[in-house]
């Protein structure tokens, strides 16, 4: 049977997912191919508000605590993601289980001890990397306003998703130009999301 593809958009902050998802998603809508979006952190649940008023600085967590709040978060919306695949709907997500691990590790927490939560998640089928330099993405404007972004934490984080893709563990993994202009970063995200465009076959992995 056919289920929708489940496809993961990762970057650095600023590095334009949000901008990418939004116009992948209406490019699905306009073909025709049922599709959803989800954002994560979901700053909309209750555990979501926690990790909010935390990025925003306005509540203080311990780094373990937050880090099993943010795979919580993913958790709590896990069985109806799986709905959705099975129903022949193809998810995006706007950061996932990679933003997961790379961040907390970038704060000097243990890799494998970073990934356990988030052991048995639907694995996607396709992610997508929007790779960008820190100096070029602070440019964009907004860099600042929040916990994590400054260039030395992005700079981690670049280096540890750049190693996160090349370890295989994250199955299929696309790295796209994100310094480019809009269009052109589009164009690239649809030319590596198109062999799913009708669907995937058989069951959804698991990470990791
Ligand atoms: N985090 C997240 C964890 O620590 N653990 C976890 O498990 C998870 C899931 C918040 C933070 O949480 C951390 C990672 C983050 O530090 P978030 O809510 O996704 O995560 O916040 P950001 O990633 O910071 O979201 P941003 O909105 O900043 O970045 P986007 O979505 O990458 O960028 P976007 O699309 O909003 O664009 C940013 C600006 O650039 C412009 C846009 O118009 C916008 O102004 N822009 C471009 N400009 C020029 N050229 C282009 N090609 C452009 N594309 C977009
Ligand atoms: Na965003």
Redesign the pocket.
Known sequence: MTRGAFIVIE?L???????QAAALLARLHAEGIPAALHK??DRTTPIGQMIDAY?RSEAELDDRAVHLL?SANRWELAAQLNATLAAGTTVLC??YAF??AV??TSKGLPAAWCRAPDAGLPAPDLTLFLDIAPEHARA???YGA?R??NEAMQARVRELFARMGESGDAGMWVTVD?G???DA?ARDVWTAFEPFARGVEGKVGQLW
């Open positions: 970057g902050d600023r590095s334009g997912k949000s901008t994560f952190p990025l943010f706007d950061r933003s997961g961040f907390s964009r404007g907004g929040e994590y972004e994100a480019q202009a809009q970063v």
